[in-house]
Nanobody, 122 residues
Framework: QVQLVESGGGLVQAGGSLRLSCAAS????????MGWFRQAPGKEREFVAATRWSGDGTYYADSAKDRFTISTDSAKLTAYLQMNSLKPEDTAVYYC???????????????WGQGTQVTVSS
């Protein structure tokens, strides 16, 4: 039983930055890490980034590499996604998820936030 509350989405111009936050609560002791996914209209959910609470390993989709940074604050039970150099194609609903396996494969994520809209204007 893990609850995730996201914040930080909004409208930003291309080239700008946005920082998403995801506060976790509940039985977070059962989770290995946190991940970010996104889903654009008419498209499948897409993996963006993931990391472990322990700091062991950080993973990014090619589309996010070098522009996005995932981080966690285990004391605050919060995950972040710093997004820089945003592009219109980054427009999507971004979801925070908690993983229940060490591998951090997309199928390992079992608890999801409500999603926060990120819109990047050209």
């Amino acid at each position: 039983q893990v609850q995730l509350v996201e914040s930080g989405g909004g409208l930003v111009q291309a080239g700008g930055s946005l920082r998403l936050s995801c506060a976790a609560s509940g039985r977070t002791v059962n989770t290995y890490g946190m991940g970010w996914f996104r889903q654009a209209p008419g498209k499948e959910r897409e993996f963006v980034a993931a990391t472990r609470w322990s700091g062991d390993g950080t993973y990014y989709a090619d589309s996010a590499k070098d522009r996005f940074t995932i981080s966690t604050d285990s004391a605050k039970l919060t995950a972040y996604l710093q997004m820089n150099s945003l592009k219109p194609e980054d427009t999507a609903v971004y979801y925070c998820a908690a993983s229940f396996a060490y591998g951090l494969a997309p199928t390992d994520f079992g608890s999801w936030g409500q999603g926060t809209q990120v819109t990047v204007s050209s």
